[in-house]
């Protein structure tokens, strides 16, 4: 590991500040994936600035015109297991209890797990080939294993997944993530957050460096009457997402008239096509036509030698999660 400066942050304008001054520098929240991806050598800053104990960023609170607002360093267990959030929301409340073990989730902030890495393989193994760790070098996941890989969205420079549950029901809940930096306060709505890789995969997201979270904004709207979170993985948990589905649906006099399904596992980011949402609109509830809805989200996907499975798979979980988000198996 390399060595680096340790400094503790007061306040966001000190924070930010100092990220901005050095290219090199991270802040550092729960720390449950960068000091990972630092004893691996993956990550080599030079500086890290602690944001734990900038007061207020770890506050859930509501919103003045409806809706609750996250705070960036609120663990995600204490999210999870908020009262709001359990009653307003449950699908964010399931699928964070879907990601992690319980102890990572104690110590993870929310605004960490936005930013969280990949979790490929070569990514991690800084002997091997990969355009997300080090621009240009190739990447070894396209003609090597790649069984937990895109089937979506992905690029000749990079086929990795971006591993979130939390992110795929905030998709789901058309969050905003709130941030502050050197050129001022911005609101990014959730789908512009996270990107695909292009060119450039060694960019997760839209955040400019010397950029930091404060707080996630949901609205008003909770999907807390039918909603469904599924994860299916190699094991029951301590596992990331082969598929992952988030479904809420707005039921009216039996049809759907508001659906949203967010996948994860299958893309660079939390997959949505809002055509397949629009489609749902003023339709029943019906397996046809979660059939249809289906086949519009996985159009275009692509599998290479060892994720193929990973399309019929992805079908199958969509259809069964807006089922059961439409109560159908109850
Ligand atoms: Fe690197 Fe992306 Fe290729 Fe994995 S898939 S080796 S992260 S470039």
Known sequence: MNSFTYTEAADTTAATAQLAGNL????????TNLLDLMKENVARPNALIDINKIIGLDQISTLPGGGLRLGALARNADTAYNELV???????????LAGASAQLRNMASNGGNLLQRTRCYYFYDVNTPC?????????????????IHAILGASESCIAVF????????????????????????AIPFADFHRLPGDEPQFDNTLQHGELITSIDLPET??????????????TSYAFALV????????????????RIVCGGLAHKPWRKKE??????SKTPSRENFETAAEMILEGAVGFKNNEFKIELARRAIIRNCLSAANFNK
């Open 244 to 259: 992952a589905v988030a479904t809420g649906l707005e039921l009216k006099d039996g049809v759907i008239a508001e659906a």
């Open 24 to 31: 090199h520098a991270q802040f550092i929240a729960g720390g």
């Open 86 to 96: 359990e009653q307003q929301y449950p699908l964010l409340s399931k699928a964070i």
């Open 131 to 147: 355009n997300k760790r080090e621009p240009g070098s190739g990447c070894s996941a396209i003609g090597g294993y790649n069984r």
């Open 276 to 281: 397949a949402e629009d489609f749902l609109k």
């Open 163 to 186: 591993p979130s549950d939390m992110c795929n029901a905030l998709a789901a809940l058309e969050a905003v993530v709130n941030i502050t930096g050197p050129a001022g306060e911005r």
């Open 222 to 235: 909770g999907f807390n009457q039918n909603y469904a979170y599924l994860k299916l993985r190699d094991r």
